[in-house]
């Protein structure tokens, strides 16, 4: 069975950095792909970042491209966001999910429907 458990959220001011992690508590992680996903305040969810199975493959959604970083540690059944540079628009509760399907395009992996999986979800707040 496939249990996702969120970590590491919290406040942190304008410029701060914080690491998320997503530990598949059932189990070996290594045959889903696995993204991040966010929620705002009255906003849709929506997606942030993707690693492939092996951990070769990753995809950014343009606002976070080049501050945060998706990672894995297959051994550790847990995958990680690394978030610097963090803004005032970062603030969401963020969603850790997991699949067990292949797509070919990293972009059909922005759409939530295509997971199985979902965690709890950890709150990422960021002052101005």
């Known amino acids: 069975q496939v249990q996702l458990v969120e970590s590491g959220g919290g406040l942190v001011q304008t410029g701060g950095s914080l690491r998320l992690s997503c530990l598949h508590s059932?189990?070996?992680?290594?045959?889903?792909?696995v993204a991040w996903f966010r929620q705002a305040p009255g906003k849709e969810r929506e997606f942030a970042a993707l690693?492939?199975?092996?951990?070769?493959?990753?995809y950014y959604t343009d606002s976070v491209k080049g501050r945060f970083t998706i990672s894995r540690e297959n051994a550790k059944n847990t995958v990680y966001l690394q978030m610097n540079s963090l803004k005032p628009e970062d603030t969401a509760v963020y969603y850790c999910?997991?699949?067990?399907?292949?797509?070919?395009?990293?972009?059909?992996?922005?759409?939530?429907?295509?997971?199985?999986?979902w965690g709890q979800g950890t709150q990422v707040t960021v002052s101005s």
């Open positions: 999910a997991a699949t067990a399907g292949y797509y070919p395009d990293n972009r059909q992996y922005t759409r939530r429907d295509i997971f199985e999986y």
């Open positions: 059932g189990g070996n992680f290594s045959p889903y792909d």
């Open positions: 690693i492939r199975r092996s951990g070769g493959s990753t």
